[in-house]
C-alpha cells in the first residue's frame, strides 16, 4: 500500500490506459482524481477504481485543452481530497492525414491536448502540488519512430519529451520529480481503430502488443518513492518493439 493516504490526479482517465492506471493506484491505497472529458464513462470507471480498491474517488469531467478547466479540476482535488501526491498526464488523441492535407486547426487540435493539456497541467503542479511529488507524462514512441500520416502527434509526443526534460530542471528545487513513459503497442481501441493499422501500413504482431495495465505499472514505479532518484527519464515500455523495426 505504498500510495496509502496520497492523491492521485489522473487524466484520460475513463477507458484504456488512463483507466488501468486509476486501478493500479487505487490497489495500493491511493485516493484518485478522475479527469476526462468523457462524462459518461466517468460514471463507469469511478465505480470500476472504487472496487479496485481506492480510498476515495472524485470525478471531474476536464477537456485538457482548456486551462480554465484544467484549473478546476486541480483545485477540486485540493477542495474534494487534500491535495495531491500524483499527477499522470495521460490524456492524448490522434488524427490520421498526410502532411499535405493537414490544416493549421489540425495541429492546433492535436498539440492543445497532447502538449498544452500537459502543460497546463505540469504548470498547476508546480504552483500547488505537495512537496515531495511526482509527474508522469505518458507519450509515444511515435515521439522516437513513427509511420505515416500521424505527423500531428508524433511531433506534440516529441516535444512532451522536451517539456519532461524541461519540467524536471526546474521541479527539482520544488522537489517534484517528472518523468515520462513511452508506450508502444497497447491493447486500447486506439491501437486498433488506427488506420494505418487497418491498411497494414503500421505492422503489429500480436506478441508486441502491451496491455494497458503493463503501462500502469510504469507510471506507478515512476511516482513511487522507491523511484525518488529518477528524474527527467524517458522510460520505453513497447515489449522491445524498437528494437525490431528498421
Not at 7 to 28: C, D, M, Y
Not at 230 to 239: C, E, F, K, P, R
Request: aromatic share 6%; hydrophobic share 45%; charged share 20%.
Amino acid at each position: 500500500m505504498q500510495f496509502k493516504d496520497k492523491t492521485v490526479i489522473i487524466t484520460g482517465s475513463a477507458s484504456g490506459i488512463g483507466l488501468a492506471t486509476a486501478k493500479r493506484f487505487a490497489a495500493e491505497g491511493a485516493k484518485i482524481v478522475l479527469a476526462d472529458i468523457n462524462a459518461d464513462k466517468l460514471k463507469q470507471a469511478e465505480t470500476e477504481v472504487r472496487n479496485a480498491g481506492a480510498a476515495d474517488v472524485w470525478i471531474n469531467k476536464c477537456d485538457v485543452s482548456n486551462e480554465q478547466e484544467v484549473e478546476t479540476t486541480v483545485n477540486g482535488a485540493i477542495e474534494h481530497l487534500g491535495g495531491f501526491d500524483v499527477m499522470v498526464n495521460n490524456a492524448g488523441m490522434m488524427i490520421f492525414k498526410k502532411i499535405e492535407e493537414q490544416t493549421a486547426d489540425d495541429w492546433m487540435k492535436i498539440l492543445s491536448v497532447d502538449l498544452l493539456g500537459a502543460f497546463y497541467f505540469i504548470k498547476q503542479a508546480f504552483l500547488k502540488m505537495k512537496n515531495g511529488g511526482a509527474i508522469v507524462n505518458v507519450s509515444s514512441i511515435h515521439a522516437i519512430e513513427t509511420t505515416p500520416n500521424v505527423a500531428t502527434y508524433a511531433a506534440a509526443k516529441s516535444a512532451l519529451l522536451s517539456l519532461t526534460r524541461s519540467a524536471s530542471v526546474e521541479g527539482k528545487p520544488k522537489n517534484i520529480r517528472v518523468n515520462a513513459v513511452l508506450p508502444g503497442a497497447i491493447d486500447t481501441p486506439m491501437l486498433w481503430d488506427n488506420p494505418n493499422v487497418k491498411a497494414g501500413l503500421e505492422k503489429i504482431e500480436m506478441t508486441n502488443v502491451g496491455k494497458p495495465e503493463d503501462i500502469a505499472a510504469a507510471i506507478c514505479f515512476l511516482a513511487a518513492p522507491e523511484a525518488r532518484f529518477i528524474t527527467g527519464t524517458n522510460l520505453t515500455v513497447d515489449g522491445g518493439r524498437l528494437d525490431i523495426l528498421p
